[in-house]
């Protein structure tokens, strides 16, 4: 694996880590406001981020790199609404598309087999990932701001687990 390879992998590692400290802020938000429903899901998206960032490890390691680990910026803390929220998580999970989409770019310009291979489930989780925000975003533009209507989705995203 060519030291670009490595280095973007890393780089994509320590996003997916970011990721879950930006979905566990989010799910305060969701606490703080009593929808545990909300919450929990939030809660379960964090650690399968937290779930990629360890295939990215192993991944590494197993191509004979040395997983590097970086700071985290704070993530946002202050949202209006649950809509809000699953807006900005449905473009997060557009612009994770996108670095993996890259990474596969890098994949084929370096001629890195083993990385295109375990890069392909990336990009089908991905295409998940974007899916299932959508619906959830689709769902709160439908009910705004009924309460029967939070209450029921957050029934629904309670089911998480």
């Known amino acids: 694996m060519s030291e670009k390879m490595l280095q973007a992998l890393n780089e994509q590692m320590n996003f997916e880590l970011y990721s879950g400290y930006i979905y ?3 799910a305060s938000y969701a606490d703080v406001e009593d929808y545990d429903g909300f919450a ?4 379960h998206q964090a650690h399968e981020e937290y779930e ?3 295939k990215f490890r192993t991944f590494i390691l197993d191509m ?10 704070k ?3 202050k949202y209006e609404s649950l809509l809000e929220i699953f807006k900005a998580a449905y473009d997060h999970e557009v612009e994770v598309s996108s670095r ?7 994949s084929r310009e370096e001629d890195c087999k083993r990385s295109l291979s375990f890069l ?5 989780e991905q295409l998940e990932e974007e899916v299932s925000t959508q619906e959830i975003v ?7 701001n009924s309460v029967q209507g939070l209450y029921m989705l957050n029934a629904q995203l309670n089911q998480r687990g």
């Not at 004979?64 to 910026?73: I, L, N, T, V």
């Not at 993996?100 to 890098?106: E, P």
């Not at 392909?120 to 089908?124: G, L, M, N, R, T």
Request: hydrophobic share 50%; net charge negative; proline share 5%.
């Open 138 to 144: 689709t769902k709160l533009e439908r009910v705004q």
């Open 100 to 106: 993996i989409h890259k990474l596969v770019d890098l």
């Open 52 to 54: 990629h960032a360890m």
């Open 24 to 26: 566990l802020q989010m």
């Open 75 to 77: 993530p946002k803390a």
């Open 40 to 43: 929990n899901w939030l809660i």
């Open 120 to 124: 392909q489930w990336f990009v089908d």
């Open 64 to 73: 004979g790199g040395e997983p590097e680990w970086k700071a985290m910026e």
